[in-house]
């Protein structure tokens, strides 16, 4: 069993940024794919950014393509997501996940065990 504890959420006004962590508990990450996510009100939960076991090889939905950076710290069992230029459309709660697979993409489907949130909002 692992645990997933997300952190660095809060309201930033646009153009700014965030740090987000994703520290896990229970069982290593260290060689697991990560990702986060996100939901908005009323709409679905949608991909943000992967990162493979070892931070070689990285992913981002088209949104947070050239604006958010996802790394890890297999020492400290953590993923982070470094979120900058923010946008009221970034406005949701972000989510980390253990994906299943390394093969394991962009859907929510795909990723086994989740953290519980964290709100991120962004003023106009």
């Known amino acids: 069993q692992v645990q997933l504890v997300e952190s660095g959420g809060g309201l930033v006004q646009a153009g700014g940024s965030l740090r987000l962590s994703c520290a896990a508990s229970?069982?290593?990450?260290?060689?697991?794919?990560m990702g986060w996510f996100r939901q908005a009100p009323g709409k679905e939960r949608e991909f943000v950014a992967r990162i493979n076991w070892s931070g070689g090889r990285t992913y981002y939905s088209d949104p947070a393509k050239g604006r958010f950076t996802i790394s890890r710290d297999n020492a400290k069992n953590t993923v982070y997501l470094q979120m900058s230029s923010l946008k009221p459309d970034d406005t949701a709660v972000y989510y980390c996940?253990?994906?299943?697979?390394?093969?394991?993409?962009?859907?929510?489907?795909?990723?086994?065990?989740w953290g519980q949130g964290t709100q991120v909002t962004v003023s106009s």
């Open positions: 996940a253990r994906a299943k697979t390394s093969r394991a993409a962009g859907n929510a489907d795909e990723y086994d065990y």
């Open positions: 229970g069982r290593t990450l260290s060689t697991y794919t």
